[in-house]
């Protein structure tokens, strides 16, 4: 996949990991299509990094929505070449509260909803759009990478809803890219451990650093960049499809 050429959709794109990734794609010289809610820095994002980014408002919960965002961007670009899924919540919640009410069944479709399906969802109507492309070289029509977490294999306390749909993500990568294998659409999803992202910016020192304890080197925090970089690599090399790469310094969750 030629990067400097590529029109991208990436959804959670208006900060966070979803943000590194679109200012590396637009650094690279392609065109990138942000997909975050209405309430998001989406269109201050578009107005830092200029014409090659633009700011599509979408709920990925909502199907007619993701539609008709999907359509506009495939006609304002001529087509998409890259789709990253980057757009997620992670609300936590233990299986019996301290009151002994049970999980939450409205917060646990919540959860899948927006993480899994709208995932699925975003990257069905990329796929129907990539397929159409001329192919390039050993007939690549298109790159998917999605974006699950180390609590698909180690999932913490309180973390029943979000490591199931991660988990989802993960259990989906290999099926849905040997799915598009004949079209030329390569399917990837990375792994990332405890990132520095925004919801940790003001958390204070002693708690960062329990976190960037789990890893076993470097002892830190991951960073969107390097995020980013794995993205970028992964759309870039024919050669990886179907897997799932962990970004984590080597660390393991605890249970806590």
């Given at each position: 996949?030629?990067?400097?050429?590529?029109?991208?959709v990436v959804?959670?794109?208006?900060?966070?990991?979803?943000?590194?990734?679109?200012?590396?794609?637009?650094?690279?010289?392609?065109?990138?299509?942000?997909?975050?809610?209405?309430?998001s820095?989406?269109?201050?994002v578009?107005d830092?990094?200029?014409?090659?980014?633009v700011?599509?408002?979408?709920d990925?919960?909502d199907t007619?929505g993701?539609a008709?965002?999907v359509?506009?961007?495939?006609?304002?670009?001529?087509?998409?070449?890259?789709n990253?899924?980057?757009?997620?919540?992670?609300?936590?919640?233990?299986m019996?509260?301290r009151?002994g009410?049970?999980?939450?069944?409205?917060?646990?479709?919540?959860?899948?909803?927006?993480?899994?399906?709208?995932?699925?969802?975003?990257?069905?109507?990329?796929a129907?759009i990539?397929?159409?492309?001329?192919p390039?070289p050993?007939?690549?029509?298109?790159?998917?990478?999605?974006?699950a977490?180390?609590?698909?294999?180690?999932?913490?306390?309180?973390?029943?809803?979000y490591?199931?749909?991660?988990g989802?993500?993960?259990?989906?990568?290999?099926?849905?890219?040997?799915?598009?294998?004949?079209?030329?659409?390569?399917?990837?999803?990375?792994?990332?451990?405890?990132?520095?992202t925004?919801?940790?910016?003001?958390?204070?020192?002693?708690?960062?650093?329990?976190?960037?304890?789990?890893?076993?080197?470097?002892?830190?925090l991951?960073?969107?960049?390097?995020?980013?970089?794995?993205v970028?690599?992964?759309?870039?090399?024919?050669?990886?499809?179907?897997?799932?790469?962990?970004?984590?310094?080597?660390?393991?969750?605890?249970?806590?």
């Amino acid at each position: 996949m030629d990067i400097s050429h590529s029109r991208s959709v990436v959804t959670g794109g208006a900060s966070g990991l979803g943000l590194a990734v679109v200012e590396r794609l637009v650094a690279a010289g392609g065109q990138v299509a942000i997909f975050d809610l209405p309430s998001s820095a989406g269109a201050e994002v578009v107005d830092r990094l200029g014409d090659s980014a633009v700011f599509v408002p979408v709920d990925v919960s909502d199907t007619e929505g993701v539609a008709e965002a999907v359509a506009h961007v495939a006609e304002a670009f001529g087509g998409i070449d890259v789709n990253v899924n980057c757009a997620g919540i992670a609300p936590a919640a233990r299986m019996l509260g301290r009151d002994g009410e049970p999980f939450s069944l409205d917060l646990f479709t919540a959860v899948l909803t927006v993480n899994l399906v709208g995932t699925f969802d975003v990257m069905r109507r990329c796929a129907a759009i990539m397929a159409d492309n001329e192919p390039g070289p050993d007939g690549e029509r298109g790159a998917i990478v999605n974006v699950a977490s180390v609590a698909a294999f180690e999932g913490q306390v309180g973390q029943a809803a979000y490591s199931a749909s991660k988990g989802g993500i993960v259990g989906m990568t290999l099926p849905i890219a040997r799915d598009l294998a004949s079209r030329g659409i390569r399917v990837n999803t990375v792994a990332p451990g405890i990132m520095e992202t925004p919801l940790l910016a003001g958390a204070p020192d002693e708690l960062k650093e329990s976190l960037a304890a789990v890893s076993v080197f470097p002892k830190r925090l991951g960073l969107p960049d390097e995020f980013a970089a794995l993205v970028l690599h992964v759309v870039g090399n024919m050669f990886i499809n179907g897997e799932t790469i962990r970004l984590d310094a080597g660390g393991r969750l605890p249970p806590h």
